[in-house]
């Protein structure tokens, strides 16, 4: 038979399988051709014999085919157990017989007992593998009085001998491959408790980071920028030194942001990770937000497209997002434009609409957060987190404006 995949095998017949396939080759008719093989050679061996048997040579070739030909069905994975266990016993009837009182045991039939014996010692059967010795051992023991059987008595020996040996060889290897099986298994259930206590462990400290670290950070950051730009008569190297401060913050946000990246990696077992938006995935926001809406939203780039620091293009992506947001909810039915302008320092976000305007105004930090929830203060967060500026209120000419302006040089960026 050929080889088969635990996955593949039928389960049924996977313990024969594993054994006694892998002892009579890998070829797709093994058991069919080793079965044929051996009753040829007994019928050739019978042929030759054929003046020396008890009995006609038509009983002694049926008994030679009878102690081979059953090796096929114990050795074929596909056979349900009771069908091999049934064709062994048949073929070590057979060889009984043909030892005794025939004299007509074969060579290859001998062959096929301890091929069989073997296979269902590798099969798990130990049992019936070594019930099938015990006939052999009565032969021996029953011709030993007497003087004319000595050939009957020497090889029903030999046989129960090697038959023995063929099952415990094969019952060892069972025991064997059961054992490295089970410690597989145990160390697999091993490794995955531990893999997911350690997923358990990194999804904590993500989350505390998140919650209390990552947060404080910000705050630090967005204040030592409020304090310089809102101190008045604050020395410059005051203001260096607040700058430094929110440059620094920036920073370990920065570097806090990617932490917490690694630890959720393999933290969100089952989760779709998707890469942080950016500014190319500004079309899909929009056409988003027109499907969403059923208005009009445009898309205005200007100025010199390139590559922006991952930081810069996520807030930007945000802040447009958390826009129109507001603009759907406070004017619903307005047209949106989004105007995006690349500059050589800065880029700048303009997010308008022509609807009645935003209920609250960000100069009033206690109203906007009491009437429009922490959209609008987000964003302002967000914008100063990168060292940028945002700016919110009505439109000329009426509606909503939402402008914010980002650096984009190196040595601004966190």
Do not use: K
Request: charged fraction near 20%; aromatic fraction near 2%; glycine fraction near 10%.
């Amino acid at each position: 038979m050929r080889r088969l995949s635990p996955a593949s095998r039928p389960r049924s017949s996977a313990l024969f399988s594993a054994g006694a396939v892998r002892a009579v080759g890998s070829g797709p008719l093994s058991p069919v051709v080793l079965s044929v093989g051996l009753a040829v050679l007994a019928s050739v061996e019978i042929l030759v014999r054929a003046a020396g048997l008890r009995g006609n040579l038509a009983l002694a070739l049926l008994l030679a085919l009878c102690t081979t030909l059953p090796v096929g069905f114990v050795l074929a994975p596909e056979r349900g157990a009771p069908i091999r266990g049934a064709a062994a016993i048949a073929l070590t009837t057979a060889c009984v017989l043909a030892l005794e009182p025939f004299r007509a045991l074969t060579l290859a039939g001998a062959a096929a007992q301890l091929v069989t014996v073997h296979a269902l010692g590798r099969a798990g059967t130990p049992l019936l593998s070594g019930v099938l010795v015990l006939p052999y051992v009565g032969l021996a023991l029953a011709a030993a009085g007497d003087p004319a059987d000595s050939t009957v008595r020497v090889v029903a020996v030999l046989v129960a001998t090697l038959a023995s040996a063929a099952a415990a060889t094969g019952i060892t290897r069972h025991v064997r491959t059961a054992a490295q099986a089970h410690s597989a298994t145990e160390r697999a259930f091993a490794d995955t408790l531990l893999e997911h206590a350690a997923r358990g462990e990194r999804a904590r400290i993500a989350r505390e980071l998140h919650d209390v670290v990552a947060h404080h950070i910000s705050m630090i950051a967005v204040q030592a920028e409020t304090a310089r730009l809102t101190t008045q008569g604050l020395p410059a190297d005051g203001a260096t030194r607040l700058l430094a401060i929110g440059d620094t913050a920036r920073a370990a946000l920065t570097e806090m942001r990617r932490l917490l990246g690694v630890l959720r990696e393999d933290a969100d077992v089952g989760v779709t990770r998707r890469p942080q938006p950016g500014l190319r995935q500004l079309m899909e926001l929009v056409d988003d937000s027109r499907d969403a809406a059923g208005t009009r939203t445009r898309l205005i780039v200007s100025g010199t497209v390139a590559p922006l620091d991952p930081g810069i293009e996520v807030t930007a992506y945000r802040i447009v997002q958390e826009a129109l947001t507001n603009a759907r909810r406070h004017a619903p039915g307005a047209a949106v434009d989004v105007e995006l302008r690349y500059g050589t320092d800065d880029l700048e976000l303009r997010v308008r609409d022509n609807g009645p305007g935003h209920p609250a105004h960000p100069t009033d930090p206690a109203a906007a957060r009491d009437r429009v929830g922490h959209g609008l203060l987000g964003m302002h967060e967000r914008a100063a987190t990168v060292g940028g500026t945002l700016r919110t209120g009505p439109a000329p000419g009426g509606g909503f404006l939402v402008e914010a302006r980002l650096p984009v040089r190196a040595e601004a960026l966190a």
